[in-house]
């Protein structure tokens, strides 16, 4: 779990965020905040997490995406009251009982705890496991940068969109998604018999029908067109069994 984190400064900090990430910023005042910037055609760009502290709003980004998210920040900021720098903090994350000042991971309560301070790593816990069980797209893998459309990601299960907040980029797609159309494509956490690379292709008697990602054990994510994801489906030498789907 390799982190970047940033601490944003000034007074128009909230209303900045706001006008730009899926999730509602006020929401900080709760706890620990999930959410995505995309691009303006709606396509996902990163995930972070948000965190409050006194005049201070920190982002804890992944370290293969936070560079072009520094970017991309600075890009919008323009004039605004808006200061963006390293933040000292670091992250560590695990279940069980948190410890003092830890945020509950806003996902699902199976991800436990993160902890910001001066400490980094987790407690030797499974996340892997805890990620295909659950269903939780990790970038780089199953979220990929100008491709992975959110809700086909399950961000809304996953608390990371907020569709009552207003605008921010890329807000029309993902309304339009929401409220106009029904998903036919997505990740879901499948039944697996054998093991196969990320990445490989699968197929329902023989025709495409989705995508192979993470592996724990006899389960996998997969993205799967629901229409074609009734039966068995082959994802190289593996067999998988899909839930059921709508």
């Keep these: 779990?390799?982190?970047?984190?940033?601490?944003?400064?000034?007074?128009?900090?909230?209303?900045?965020?706001?006008?730009?990430?899926?999730?509602?910023?006020?929401?900080?005042?709760?706890?620990?905040?999930?959410?995505?910037?995309?691009?303006?055609?709606?396509?996902?760009?990163?995930?972070?997490?948000?965190?409050?502290?006194?005049?201070?709003?920190?982002?804890?980004?992944?370290?293969?995406?936070?560079?072009?998210?520094?970017?991309?920040?600075?890009?919008?900021r323009l004039r605004a009251d808006v200061q963006i720098a390293p933040s000292p903090l670091k992250v560590k994350r695990g279940t069980g009982t948190p410890p003092e000042n830890a945020l509950a991971d806003p996902r699902v309560d199976a991800l436990g705890w993160r902890l910001y301070g001066g400490e980094t790593g987790d407690d030797g816990t499974d996340f892997e496991a805890i990620r295909v069980a659950h269903c939780i797209p990790e970038v780089g893998i199953e979220l990929i940068?100008?491709?992975?459309?959110?809700?086909?990601?399950?961000?809304?299960?996953?608390?990371?969109?907020?569709?009552?907040?207003?605008c921010y980029v890329g807000q029309e797609i993902i309304a339009r998604m929401k409220h106009k159309t029904t998903l036919k494509k997505g990740l879901v956490t499948v039944a697996i018999d054998g093991t196969a690379p990320i990445g490989t292709p699968i197929t329902a008697n023989g025709k495409p029908a989705g995508t192979l990602f993470t592996q724990a054990g006899d389960q996998a994510i997969a993205y799967l067109r629901f229409d074609r994801a009734k039966t068995e489906l082959q994802a190289g030498d593996a067999t998988i069994t899909p839930p059921p789907l709508p």
């Design 145 to 166: 940068p100008n491709e992975t459309y959110i809700l086909e990601a399950g961000f809304e299960r996953l608390n990371g969109v907020d569709f009552r907040k207003g």
């Design 1 to 76: 779990m390799t982190r970047k984190l940033f601490d944003i400064t000034g007074t128009a900090r909230t209303d900045f965020l706001q006008g730009l990430i899926t999730n509602d910023v006020t929401k900080l005042k709760d706890g620990l905040l999930y959410a995505a910037l995309l691009t303006p055609q709606g396509k996902f760009l990163t995930d972070f997490f948000l965190l409050e502290g006194g005049d201070t709003i920190t982002l804890d980004a992944p370290a293969s995406t936070a560079d072009d998210l520094l970017r991309r920040l600075t890009m919008y």
